[in-house]
């Protein structure tokens, strides 16, 4: 079974727990990075977690594939991080400066509010060959010497908070600063403007659903509006 599939399992795992006595969770939400090479592939990715779905559910008893399939239709959605969840951290500019030294503030950002259409315009970034990086030729690679790296907000991220004395040349590690800066998210900021970030929206829209809230901006795009529920609630 693949990745995707993997997802789906530890989701149902959530909403029809498998041991005696446990509580089962009103909602399982799965988020994943849509990662740079898949960009502009978004529906290639649902078919694929659709597809998953499906042979989750066939290598299932007949008796309980029915029960199965309707819990994944009601209490499971998947949602993307565009291109990944660092994006988000650059629409709360405000929250990304408490991380961020102040030598190397501020960002330079060439892609309007929505950074799910990630971009640099930083000059030093695009030309930093790492040669500061003691490390760069051991078992750490640098982190932002990739292809594509001014549309790679993690790359970019983790320049930002570049320091020679860690062994990947950077303090950016996504268990703690990564953890930090969504805890703290400002919603209200990374959803301001009503035309950017339509993926995140399709994610908080979801929730504002199921909990009966309506808390963020309203307006703007809805990513996957036109994907008509088949296997998933939001699928």
Same mark, same amino acid.
């Given at each position: 079974?693949?990745?995707?599939?993997?997802?789906?399992?530890?989701?149902?795992?959530?909403?029809?727990?498998?041991?005696?006595?446990?509580?089962?969770?009103?909602?399982?939400?799965?988020?994943?990075?849509?990662?740079?090479?898949?960009?502009?592939?978004?529906?290639?990715?649902?078919?694929?977690?659709?597809?998953?779905?499906?042979?989750?559910?066939?290598?299932?008893?007949?008796?309980?594939?029915?029960?199965?399939?309707?819990?994944?239709?009601?209490?499971?959605?998947?949602?993307?991080?565009?291109?990944?969840?660092?994006?988000?951290?650059?629409?709360?500019?405000?929250?990304?400066?408490?991380?961020?030294?102040? #030598? $190397?503030?501020?960002?330079? !950002?060439? @892609? &309007?509010?929505?950074?799910?259409?990630?971009?640099?315009?930083?000059? %030093? /970034?695009?030309?930093?060959?790492?040669?500061?990086?003691?490390?760069?030729?051991?078992?750490?690679?640098?982190?932002?010497?990739?292809?594509?790296?001014?549309?790679?907000?993690?790359?970019?991220?983790?320049?930002?908070?570049?320091?020679?004395?860690?062994?990947?040349?950077?303090?950016?590690?996504? #268990? $703690?600063?990564?953890?930090? !800066?969504? @805890? &703290?998210?400002?919603?209200?900021?990374?959803?301001?403007?009503?035309? %950017? /970030?339509?993926?995140?929206?399709?994610?908080?829209?979801?929730?504002?659903?199921?909990?009966?809230?309506?808390?963020?901006?309203?307006?703007?795009?809805?990513?996957?509006?036109?994907?008509?529920?088949?296997?998933?609630?939001?699928?």
């Amino acid at each position: 079974m693949g990745h995707a599939g993997h997802l789906v399992q530890a989701a149902l795992g959530a909403v029809i727990p498998s041991r005696p006595g446990e509580e089962p969770f009103d909602l399982a939400v799965i988020v994943e990075d849509l990662e740079i090479a898949n960009v502009d592939n978004e529906i290639v990715v649902r078919d694929h977690v659709r597809e998953s779905a499906r042979r989750v559910l066939a290598a299932l008893p007949q008796k309980l594939s029915g029960r199965v399939a309707a819990t994944l239709r009601t209490k499971v959605s998947f949602h993307l991080a565009v291109p990944m969840i660092e994006s988000w951290f650059f629409g709360d500019l405000d929250g990304l400066k408490t991380e961020v030294p102040p #030598a $190397h503030w501020p960002p330079s !950002l060439g @892609s &309007g509010p929505d950074h799910e259409r990630f971009r640099t315009a930083d000059p %030093a /970034y695009a030309v930093d060959d790492g040669l500061q990086c003691p490390n760069r030729a051991g078992r750490w690679k640098v982190p932002w010497l990739i292809e594509r790296r001014e549309e790679h907000p993690k790359a970019y991220l983790a320049w930002l908070l570049r320091d020679a004395t860690h062994a990947k040349c950077t303090s950016y590690m996504e #268990a $703690h600063e990564g953890v930090r !800066l969504l @805890s &703290g998210l400002s919603w209200t900021a990374v959803l301001g403007h009503p035309e %950017a /970030y339509p993926f995140a929206r399709a994610l908080v829209r979801d929730l504002e659903t199921t909990l009966g809230l309506s808390t963020a901006p309203g307006g703007g795009a809805i990513a996957g509006a036109d994907f008509t529920p088949t296997m998933l609630r939001n699928l």
